[in-house]
């Protein structure tokens, strides 16, 4: 089983930036996706930004150009540089793997963390 361990989140003003991080431990080799996720209130988890296995990137249109998820292999960790943050940003944020197992696939969710932006 693979566990995520989240950190980063906070308060900023409008314009501000903050960076998210992700570690994960336990079985990293299955790892083949790990993104980020965030939910406000009453709606869906959306999807932030991905990063595979093989760096392929993937961002929602709302972040492009201001959001950047990287990772660190050698530390198993994943990063969302959030720039240019706006109050429509404030949400819960939430790691999440895509994990190989034998027959098939599994996520891990991280436990949240809070995101608020003020106008």
């Known amino acids: 089983q693979v566990q995520l361990v989240e950190s980063g989140g906070g308060w900023v003003q409008a314009g501000g930036s903050l960076r998210l991080s992700c570690a994960a431990s336990g079985s990293i080799g299955t790892i083949r996706s790990m993104g980020w996720y965030r939910q406000t209130p009453g709606k869906q988890r959306e999807l932030v930004a991905t990063i595979t296995r093989f760096g392929t990137l993937t961002y929602a249109d709302s972040v492009k150009g201001r959001f950047t998820i990287s990772r660190d292999t050698a530390k198993n960790a994943v990063f969302l540089q959030m720039n240019s943050l706006k109050p429509e940003d404030t949400a819960v944020y939430y790691c999440?793997?895509?994990?190989?197992?034998?027959?098939?696939?599994?996520?891990?969710w991280g436990q949240g963390t809070q995101v608020t932006v003020s106008s």
């Open positions: 999440k793997t895509l994990n190989s197992a034998m027959y098939g696939t599994y996520e891990t």
